[in-house]
């Protein structure tokens, strides 16, 4: 290999710190701004109107990561400060108290969440890049990739088991910074530890160049639709503590409604690398999403009053999912490694930032759609109070089949449109080395691109 283990050691750390507060954001911001009284519509303007802003924000900076000759590095310094500005606005946001007005309270969560989603995108970007400089194996990216999302997982089973044990007897903003202190720690050896050991020497691109290669990579706009249609239904994590704290009893069900799934799919996940140095990921990514639907319907139907029938087609929608979800990262760097074949074009930021853009936008845009659905419903805000049935129904079809919505077009837009395979892109990633004769390369590829 040519990155070292100290080197894998912190971008795995990295990954585990940084899935805590996105974990911290994702299955407690709205849980929070609802218990201190913010109405449940409300919480949904506050998410869409920051992800508007990460419309213009994250390509943008996509745009000037990609455009950076900074002393330290291509991305190393960006990975020095966005830890402690993440840090910074997270504490703040949870430390928004409840005795001010409903309007002070939603403008202050507007501006720290959008300052917040901007800190995230200044380490989305370089940390998702930076493998490609780390190395120049597809293998290698793929092998550190995979075992970074296992790290991810941890992350997110810690944040899952103790946030909600420990939330209701220190309060919420004592919970979270705890937490947030170690997320920072973990996250900050990466920027010392990397090593930009294939740093371009290329002039940067200009902007009309960048954006004009983004159009024309095919396979990149392929894989990001169907992303985008796959997770705006995407419910699960957003739903699942108000699932816990109004269907099963109280948010001491988080921990074991979450974790059980979570801790299979950990499991099933270790085996990435192998499968797929066997089977090409877009099979398996195929395979993965069929198993995550079959399964949200059955849970609809088969209902939850049987906890223990819940938790096992719950579990093995979560490992289908989360081996879908393993993917997404690798087919990006693929779509990266393929624009730069195509046009000649070395934009791998821009490429990560569309990644970041599109995974925070909906993951924001599918909590504001639950939002809005529940306020629809008539959910009561505040800490401790009774839902109307109607609204626990809603939060039974937003957990189950709700999700399965999107991957059904996913699967499709997927099945005949992208066309990228693993072979394919080591091949294109040896010709964009140097290693390979152009010529030779286009003899080799399996089709015309």
């Known amino acids: 290999m040519e990155t070292t283990s100290r080197e894998r050691l912190s971008y795995y750390a990295f990954s585990f710190g940084q899935i805590i507060f996105y974990m911290v954001m994702t299955s407690y911001l709205q849980i929070f701004m609802t218990d201190i009284a913010i109405p449940a519509t409300a919480v949904g303007v506050i998410l869409l109107v920051a992800r508007v802003w990460d419309a213009v924000n994250d390509p943008m900076f996509g745009v000037i990561v990609s455009k950076s000759r900074l002393k330290g590095g291509k991305y190393k310094p960006w990975l020095k400060l966005s830890p402690v500005l993440i840090f910074l606005f997270t504490v703040l946001l949870f430390a928004l108290p409840a005795n001010l007005s409903t309007n002070a309270k939603t403008a202050l969560a507007a501006v720290l969440y959008i300052c917040w989603g901007m800190s995230y995108t200044l380490c989305d970007v370089p940390y998702f890049s930076i493998v490609t400089t780390m190395s120049s194996s597809i293998s290698e990216r793929n092998h550190v990739i995979s075992r970074a999302k296992l790290f991810t997982m941890i992350g997110s089973a810690l944040a899952v088991l103790v946030i909600p044990l420990v939330y209701p007897v220190i309060g919420w903003t004592a919970a979270i910074a705890i937490f947030s202190v170690a997320a920072l720690a973990f996250m900050l050896p990466l920027s010392r530890v990397a090593n930009e050991r294939h740093r371009s020497t290329d002039d940067a691109p200009t902007l009309k160049a960048i954006f004009t290669s983004v159009a024309r990579n095919k396979c990149l706009l392929i894989f990001c639709l169907s992303f985008i249609v796959g997770n705006i239904t995407n419910t699960i994590l957003i739903i699942n503590g108000y699932f816990a704290i109004y269907c099963l009893g109280g948010p001491q069900m988080i921990p074991l409604i979450t974790l059980v799934p979570m801790a299979f799919a950990g499991v099933f996940v270790g085996f990435v690398p192998a499968i797929i140095k ?9 395979i993965t999403l069929v198993i995550s639907i079959a399964m949200s319907v059955a849970m609809y139907f088969v209902g939850y009053s049987s906890l223990a029938v819940y938790l096992v087609l719950a579990t093995i929608r979560a490992v289908a999912f989360s081996f879908s979800s393993n993917f997404i990262t690798l087919f990006i760097v693929d779509c990266a490694e393929y624009g730069l ?20 936008t909906l993951s924001a845009l599918a909590a504001a759609l639950t939002m809005f659905i529940l306020g629809y419903v008539g959910f009561v805000d505040g800490a401790g109070v009774a839902q109307p049935a109607v609204v626990v129904d809603t939060i039974w079809t937003l957990t189950s089949i709700f999700p399965a919505i999107g991957m ?3 699967f499709f837009v997927l099945l005949f449109g992208y066309k990228l395979r693993d072979r394919d892109v080591q091949i294109m990633a040896e010709a964009n080395t140097g290693r390979l004769d152009r010529q030779k390369a286009e003899e080799m590829l399996s089709k015309k691109y």
Do not use: C, M, P, W
Request: hydrophobic residues 40%; proline residues 0%; charged residues 20%.
């Open 408 to 410: 059904a077009f996913s």
């Open 341 to 360: 074949y195509r046009t000649g074009e070395n934009i791998t930021a821009v490429t990560i930032s569309l990644q970041t853009f599109t995974v925070k």
């Open 278 to 286: 066997r089977v090409d990921k877009f099979t398996v990514y195929l």
